[in-house]
């Protein structure tokens, strides 16, 4: 089963306005990864933020992380049509990391 | 460009064959991780590789294998294909091994479809 779960599925909202994503992961973690995938090409990572730290900034980006809750957050403020993509998150297990299925933000002009 | 190549971009093969995607990472990055991504799926790790060695294994087929060689650069070996091995297969690297994973570098893709 996977770690990591996007929440929500889908976002659809206009340009301008902020978008959050949410990960909520099931064991321990010694970092947690938010990639962004545009449609059909690779993964750019976007932020890292380690289990001891509770929140991480990144131009327009904005990732928390609730160690206790076993979860995440991605903010997208004042968004615009090329943030329109998929987002994972990622979080490390085993040498490995162990990625949700993906929120699909979608910008309005 | 993230600096990691994959080639080919797009592969279409029939049933039963075999394939050998391509994968150079990033100038001294020394883990190598191979992907399988289906239509609208999340990514599903298969393996990687460190510096020459395997290091950590996931939900790869035993039709399936990989190898990194002396230059870094790897191969991800499909065989006896099925209609349900069509996906995007990527290739990353990142400059550790593993344990508190770096962030990692993600080469644009082959799209193998198999008919």
């Known amino acids: 089963s996977q770690q990591g779960e996007e929440d929500p599925q889908a976002l659809s909202i206009q340009e301008g306005e902020n978008a959050t994503m949410n990960c909520s992961y099931k064991?321990?973690?010694?970092?947690l990864q938010w990639y962004r995938q545009n449609s059909g090409r690779g993964l750019v990572h976007l932020i890292l933020?380690?289990?001891n730290e509770r929140e991480k900034h990144s131009g327009r980006l904005r990732v928390t992380l609730d160690t206790s809750k076993k979860s995440s957050s991605l903010l997208i403020t004042a968004s615009r049509a090329a943030d329109t993509a998929s987002y994972f998150c990622?979080?490390?297990?085993?040498?490995?990391?162990?990625w949700g299925a993906g929120t699909k933000l979608i910008i309005k002009p | 460009d993230s600096g990691v190549t994959q080639t080919p971009k797009h592969l279409i093969t029939a049933t039963g064959q075999r394939v050998t995607l391509r994968c150079s990472p990033r100038s001294g990055d020394l883990s190598v991780y191979w992907y399988q991504q289906s239509l609208d799926q999340g990514l599903q790790f298969l393996i990687q590789y460190y510096n020459g060695e395997e290091r950590a294994k996931g939900n790869i087929l035993e039709r399936f294998s990989a190898q990194q060689f002396p230059d870094l650069h790897s191969e991800l070996n499909l065989s006896s294909l099925e209609l349900g091995d069509s996906a995007l297969y990527f290739c990353a690297s990142s400059w550790g091994a593993g344990g508190s994973v770096d962030e990692q570098y993600f080469g644009p893709g082959t799209r193998l479809t198999v008919t």
């Open positions: 064991t321990s973690i010694n970092n």
């Open positions: 990622a979080t490390d297990l085993n040498y490995q990391l162990i």
């Open positions: 933020i380690r289990s």
